[in-house]
Every structure is written in C-alpha cells, then in structure tokens.
C-alpha cells in the first residue's frame, strides 16, 4: 500500500484523481472525498476537503468513528489571508493595446504575405508556437532575427515524424494501463478518399473510459493500394490493433463502421454495431421516392440550387442556397432550409433573368412541411455523433422520437403521410439494433425502467445484463476483490453539457411510470441488478453519466464496471468519418506531394 507522503505526492501530480463521495444519510461524508488510483480503483484512504489530511478509511476494520471525529474537529478555514498572498504571487497578464495592435498587424501581414487562412492564427497549435517564442526571447536576450532560430520545413516534417512515433511509443506504453480496468473498448473505422488525387485511405479510432470521460484515439490513417475487400479491411483493423498491443482475442472489442459490404463481412464474427447516422441518413433518402411529388420537389430544389452556383446568383441572395450532397448527413433538410429562407429572393431573382420555370415544381409549403419532419431526424443525429459524451444509451429513445414524428396526421398533406409511412418502415429496416444498445439504455438511470418495452421485453433486457457481467468476467473480478463496499443513497451533482435539454426531453420521453420489480428469476437471491432497479434515483438534468456511475461505483460497483466501458462505445462512427473533414485541411491542393507517413503521423499527434 502506498504511504500518506507518496498518495500526496501522486494527487498533486495527477496521478491519483479525487471524487466525490455519494451523498448519504450520514452529515460528515460531506468534509471527505474519496481517492482514485492509475487503474481507476478505490484507495483505502479519504482526503478531507478543509485541511487536505488523508486519513485511512476500511469500514471492515478501521469503522467510521475517526472520520466522524476529524469531521467535527477540522477547523481549518482557507482565510483571506492565503487568497491575498495568491493573488500577489499571480502576474499581471493586461497586455498594453499598443503591444496588442503591434501583434495584429503582424498576424495580418503573415497572412497577407504567406496566403495563410485567417484562422491560422487561432488553433492552439499557432498558440504554442507563439508560447515558445516568448520563453526563447526571455531566454535569449540579444536575439535580432527570427529567422535564427525557425527550422527549415524539411526540419520541420522529419521532425514530425521523429515526434508521431516518440508519442505513439509513450501511448502504447500508457494504453495497456488505461485499459486494465476497462472492461470493453470501442473501434471505428471508415474508408475515404483524397478528392484532388482519388486515394482511398483507411481511418481507425480507438474509444474507452478513462476518468469518468471517453478517450478517442486516432491509431492509424493508411494509404489503400489494394482492393477494399473484407479480408483486406479486417486485416487492416486486426493488424494496427495488435501493433497497439491490443490482443483480438484477448480484449471484447465492439466495432462500430458504416453498412458497407465490406465492412459488414469483414467484421461478420466480431462484435459489430452499424453507425446509426448511417442508417438514419439511407432512411431519409430511400423514403424521398414513397411520393412523387416530394421526390420531384427534392431534385427541382437541387436543379435550382446548381442554377444559382453555376449563375453565379448567391451573392443576390442574403443566405446562400446549399447543396445536397448525398454523403453527407441532413443536407437534404439543409438545402431546403436555405431555400425556404430566401424564396422571396429566390423568386425575384429568377423573375428579372425571366427563369421563373425554376420554380415550377416546386411547392414551397410542401418544404415548410418537409423541414418540420426532418428536423427530428437532424436534432438525433447531430446527438448521436458526439464523440466526448456516451450516445449509445440514446439510439432506442431517439428512435422512439423519430416514429413520434413520422405519426401520420388527419391534417397531413397525401405527400408528407406517404413519406411518413415510408420513414416507419425504412427505420425498422435499416436501423440495426443490438442487446447493446438495450443494455446501454438500461444503464441510464433515466430510462432504467424501460417503460416503452413489454414486461417480457425487460425481463430479457436484464437478463442480458447478468450474462454481460459474467461475460466480462466482472461478476468474477468483484466477488474477488476485497474493497470495501458502501450502499448509500443515490444523488449527484450538476454538470453543464451541450444541448442538455434536448438529450433530457427524449429521455424523459423513453422513461415512463412502469412497475419496476423484475420477475425473470423468482427464486434467485436478489443482487445489485435488483438494487439498481428499485432504487429510486434523482438524476440531475446535464448530469454526466460516466461521471455518475463513477460517483456511485461505490454502491454499484458490477454495473459501473459494465456502465463505463460500455457507454464509452459510440453509436456511431463519426470520429472516423470526421478525419475526412480534418484532413481537407491538412491534404490541401498545394499540399499534394505529402507522403501517407507524414499524414499519418500529423493526424495522430493531433490526439494529444
């Protein structure tokens, strides 16, 4: 075990992690927090929030008296005093404006100078650079010529790669304690091409938790010069995981990619999900042709928005038209939004040029129908792409919500009612649902009841989730180990997130008052599956959720097992496909002598 000195010494380099205590009916807890090693394992210590003290914490053995005692006795108080003395050791950082416009002008000139994109100046790439030169000039005084000390780029490139492989050694290194704990990893990978030259490239992305947060690694980005069969694609995925240290067979590994035939064979014995944006957007698409009259709208709004790009007409417009592109997600739903925008303008425009046939096909009431349909579809798939939250829980409630709105109405329109039932059937057809994503839902605490399933539905679901424990070999691992359990009452605290409302709305849709008892297995003594179904939990709309399992490991510690490697599998392979868009920055169309290495190698330094 470690000492008080070398657990102090650990937490104040980051090594060792703080979190709170689950509150609990008894007052003092609130004075301590709990401490986490490397491997995300509980210490037998606790940190007293007042003074900073570790004070050794086994409730088999050592009860709770001393912490009930230092709770009531602590009386240290972080004065005024040490805040002042703070705030004279901090720097003065108000730069004068004289030296802020110098700067300006500076970044203004290189960009003007050197054709660099104004936003040169703002990734934090720019910013490190700029950090390191002002440390060189208070090191180096007499300094007269930048050019002194700046690198050639060819410096600059095998460098790049000297820096790539330093990191990914250090990183294969660190992988294999990340993922001690970790219980179930998530891979995703997608095929893209170069659109100056036409070379295909393969993307894979590794996902886990780590620290109550998902960590999504680029691996590797390599050049296709063979044919993209499924034994060449699994190939490929097998081989960079394994020079990762990854063992196929030794970890459970859920890969996530799109419906493409090759994938679907390659990983056709492995654990395999179908992005779900995918499925959502081949949905939208193979249902435009369920009526005539939206299906010849569509391809007239299309003809319409090439006119105006090929006319050059967009700067007579205040909102640019855009195009469908059919790869990518809701530019259906975009292209008729900009339309429905500026239509006015659009048909004044086509009036002075005598081109009102543009507009013949097309009912601009039909769009405001068609945009309040799709919308839904943008709102889920917009969520179900994040990368730094869990999406995986959120596949069966969104998909509840997209048949909400596909509900056909007596007021509908005979178009918009044949697209709905289109929409229904096509989201049955392509959305590929798993025992994972009704076990991913299940470990939400919001929709834990999963009320919208049958009785026979929830008992197989929990079912499903004990198989999953001893699977994993978690049930094995805890009865094991000889950590100290609490079981207190469950709550947590507030955590901000992007479009929480939105998330919370559809979860609370899902969830619904249902009968929480399970009967799957009358004579089978109850166990933590049973506690976490009958408990009755608060959870905080923006609440975290690898973050609340972590906090209630302590009463849940099979399930937060499963809950935290589990969530950290995306419900789609967004991160993968998002390299594509990344790379148009990197594979510019003066920057096509780049070698596949040096691609490779900048994607990934990127990842830290």
């Known amino acids: 075990m470690d000492s008080k000195e070398k657990i102090q010494k650990l937490l104040q380099i980051g090594e060792y992690t703080i979190c709170d205590k689950p509150q ?60 002042s003395i703070e705030n004279m050791l901090k720097k003065n950082n108000d730069v ?138 699994k190939k490929l995925i097998y081989d960079t995981l394994t020079a990762y240290g990854i063992n196929v067979d030794a970890y459970h590994i859920v890969f996530v990619t799109d419906n493409g035939s090759n994938m679907v064979k390659a990983l056709e014995n492995d654990a395999h999900l179908r992005c779900v944006c995918h499925c959502i957007n081949l949905a939208i698409q193979q249902s435009i042709p369920a009526s005539e009259q939206i299906a010849n709208t569509v391809t007239s709004c299309q003809d319409l928005v090439t006119h105006f790009k090929k006319c050059e007409l967009q700067n007579k417009l205040t909102h640019s038209l855009k195009k469908d592109v059919d790869t990518r997600w809701n530019s259906i739903l975009e292209m008729l939004s900009s339309i429905d925008t500026v239509y006015n303008q659009v048909i004044y425009v086509l009036a002075e040029r005598k081109e009102e046939h543009y507009t013949d096909d097309i009912d601009i009431n039909l769009i405001k129908d068609l945009i309040v349909l799709l919308q839904p579809f943008k709102t889920g798939s917009e969520i179900l792409s994040s990368e ?80 999953l424990l001893k699977t994993l070999g978690i049930d094995q691992q805890v009865d094991e180990e000889t950590s100290q359990t609490c079981t207190n009452n469950n709550a947590s605290k507030h955590r901000k997130r992007i479009k929480t409302d939105t998330v919370h709305d559809i979860l609370k849709s899902f969830n619904g008052s249902v009968d929480s008892s399970s009967d799957d297995d009358d004579n089978r003594p109850a166990d933590e599956v049973d506690d976490y179904i009958k408990a009755k939990i608060s959870y905080p709309k923006g609440e975290s959720l690898l973050q609340w399992w972590q906090k209630h490991s302590i009463i849940y510690k099979k399930l937060s097992l499963l809950a935290c490697s589990l969530l950290a599998v995306p419900a789609s392979s967004t991160a993968s496909e998002r390299i594509f868009s990344k790379t148009g920055r990197i594979l510019e169309a003066r920057r096509q002598q780049l070698s596949p290495e040096s691609l490779d190698s900048l994607i990934f330094l990127r990842n830290f």
Not at 27 to 51: A, E, G
Not at 60 to 80: D, P, Q, V, Y
């Open 24 to 83: 609990s009916s008894a007052p003092w807890w609130k004075h301590f927090n709990r401490i986490k090693d490397s491997n995300d394992k509980f210490l037998n210590y606790v940190q007293c929030v007042k003074c900073k003290k570790l004070l050794a914490y086994e409730p088999k053995n050592t009860g709770s008296s001393t912490l009930k005692s230092h709770a009531s006795s602590c009386k240290f108080e972080s004065g005024s005093a040490t805040y």
């Open 96 to 233: 004068p404006s004289d030296i802020k416009r110098l700067v300006t002008d500076a970044c203004a000139k290189m960009c003007s100078y050197d054709m660099r994109p104004y936003e040169t100046v703002s990734g934090k790439g720019f910013e490190l650079l700029c950090n390191t030169l002002i440390d060189v000039g208070r090191k180096i005084t007499k300094l007269n010529d930048a050019a002194t000390i700046l690198p050639d780029p060819t410096t600059i490139s095998r460098r790049v790669h000297v820096l790539a492989e330093e990191r990914r050694k250090e990183f294969i290194f660190i992988l294999s304690e990340h993922l001690k704990n970790v219980k179930m990893i998530g891979v995703t990978g997608d095929y893209w091409k170069n659109k100056y030259t036409s070379e295909s490239y393969f993307t894979i992305t590794l996902h886990y938790h780590l620290n109550g947060s998902i960590r999504s690694v680029a691996l590797k980005t390599t050049q296709i010069t063979s044919s993209k069969t499924g034994e060449n694609t």
């Open 388 to 467: 730094n939250e869990p999406t995986l829980h959120l596949v069966l409630p969104f998909l509840k919500r997209f048949k909400q709105a596909c509900e056909v109405k007596i007021s509908d329109k005979e178009p918009i009612k044949k697209i709905k039932r289109a929409l229904l059937e096509k989201l049955d057809e392509k959305i590929w649902l798993s025992d994972l994503h009704y076990i991913a839902t299940f470990l939400c605490p919001e929709t834990k009841s999963l009320s919208s399933l049958t009785k026979s539905e929830r008992n197989s679901v929990i079912k499903n989730v004990r198989a």
